[in-house]
Nanobody, 127 residues
Framework: QVLLVESGGGLVQPGGSLRLSCAAS????????MGWFRQAPGNDKEFVGASWNGGISIYSASARGRFTFSRDNAKSTVYLRMNSLKTEDTAVYYCAAGAISPYGSSSYSNYAAYEYWGQGTQVTVSA
């Protein structure tokens, strides 16, 4: 069982930045996709992006150019750096892990494809 714990959410003004962390423990597969999703009230989970070891990262259109993934394998932690935040970025952000390839179909963008989920961290962008 892989355990994922997110942290780093909070309240930030429009145009500000936040860095979310997702710490993994348990028998994680190094080839797992590490995905990020977000869910605003009344909405379905929305794909933010995913990353893999080896430097492969895929971003949603809304995240591309503003959000960046990174990882510290020694700490089994992945990060989501969010810049130029907008009010519409307000949501609960989740990290997820699963045996998903970055190639072929875009199943990495489907939340149902992920096996393990964190508890979520609230990000609120407001003046």
């Amino acid at each position: 069982q892989v355990l994922l714990v997110e942290s780093g959410g909070g309240l930030v003004q429009p145009g500000g930045s936040l860095r979310l962390s997702c710490a993994a423990s348990g028998p994680a597969n190094s080839n797992y996709a590490m995905g990020w999703f977000r869910q605003a009230p009344g909405n379905d989970k929305e794909f933010v992006g995913a990353s893999w070891n080896g430097g492969i990262s895929i971003y949603s259109a809304s995240a591309r150019g503003r959000f960046t993934f990174s990882r510290d394998n020694a700490k089994s932690t992945v990060y989501l750096r969010m810049n130029s935040l907008k009010t519409e970025d307000t949501a609960v952000y989740y990290c997820a892990a699963g045996a998903i390839s970055p190639y072929g179909s875009s199943s990495y963008s489907n939340y149902a494809a992920y096996e393990y989920w964190g508890q979520g961290t609230q990000v609120t962008v407001s003046a």
